[in-house]
């Protein structure tokens, strides 16, 4: 057989297995099974690059700012935390159910080491993941809110957080409620206040309804 033979009857093959192995379902595609180890180093190998490569130019605002972190910790516990957890909360059914997990952000990040890549990846989203791209209803301001309530949350106990939650000062909530308060970032927040809410509401109501039912699952 000559060499030209060798190398077209390989191709072939190579293609007849790659349909085969997605023709026959054998990658499985369900989120209760592990990863095979090879595609979950391949997958992060493929996430970090992407990341990296498009972080780099991000300027980053001050982070220690007490008013930042009061302001993003509405919004974290709106949004957030029902994925990732918070100070008081070891789990959530989307945390247990999602593949790759959400980090628990109060105790440790995966892969971003850098606010820039925080902030990249909370803008954008993580695709097939469960990371939802928030800067279609944030603005870039209330992104750093919640990265700079994210950096404060690993030295917090889960009274502060509570507090700061409540402490009202959060574009979420009272955007939401309609607050007269002249503050920068709540007037931001009424223009935004479509997206959040309408996001907010169905989650409500299934919860509501859930609850009704009394079914404890
Ligand atoms: C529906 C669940 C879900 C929600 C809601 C969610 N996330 Fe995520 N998030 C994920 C998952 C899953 C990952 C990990 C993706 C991966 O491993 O590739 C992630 C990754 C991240 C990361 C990177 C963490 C790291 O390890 O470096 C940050 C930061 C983050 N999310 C912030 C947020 C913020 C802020 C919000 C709210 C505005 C939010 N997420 C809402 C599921 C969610």
Redesign the pocket.
């Known amino acids: 057989m000559s060499r030209t033979k060798i190398i077209l009857g390989l191709g072939i093959g190579a293609v007849i297995f790659g349909f085969s192995f997605i023709w026959f379902g054998v990658f499985n595609v369900a989120a209760n099974v592990e990863h095979w180890k090879v595609s979950e180093k391949f ?1 992060e190998l493929v ?1 970090v690059r992407s990341i990296v490569a498009r972080a780099g130019n991000i300027t980053v605002p001050d982070l220690t700012d007490k008013a930042r972190v009061k302001r993003g910790a509405g ?2 516990a709106a ?2 935390s ?3 957890l918070a100070p008081g909360t070891d789990t959530s059914e ?1 945390y247990e159910g ?1 593949n ?4 628990v ?1 109060y105790k ?5 080491d850098k606010p820039s ?2 902030f990249w ?2 803008k954008n989203g ?1 695709r097939m ?4 791209g ?1 800067g279609t209803n ?1 603005s870039d301001e209330q ?1 750093w809110d ?2 700079a309530l ?1 950096s404060a949350l690993k030295d917090m106990t889960p009274k502060q957080y509570l507090q700061l939650v409540e402490s009202g000062e959060h574009t979420h909530k009272n955007g939401g409620h309609g607050s007269s308060s002249s503050m920068k970032m709540q007037d931001n927040h009424q223009t935004n206040s479509g997206g959040t809410k309408a996001h907010k509401e169905p989650m409500k109501k299934k919860q509501a309804g859930h609850n009704d039912d009394g079914h404890a699952h």
């Open positions: 997958f996430r919004n974290y949004m957030c029902q994925c990732h989307l999602l790759p997990a959400p980090p952000l440790y990040d995966k892969f971003t890549e925080k990846v909370i993580i993941t469960g990371m939802p928030w944030n992104i919640m990265i994210i």
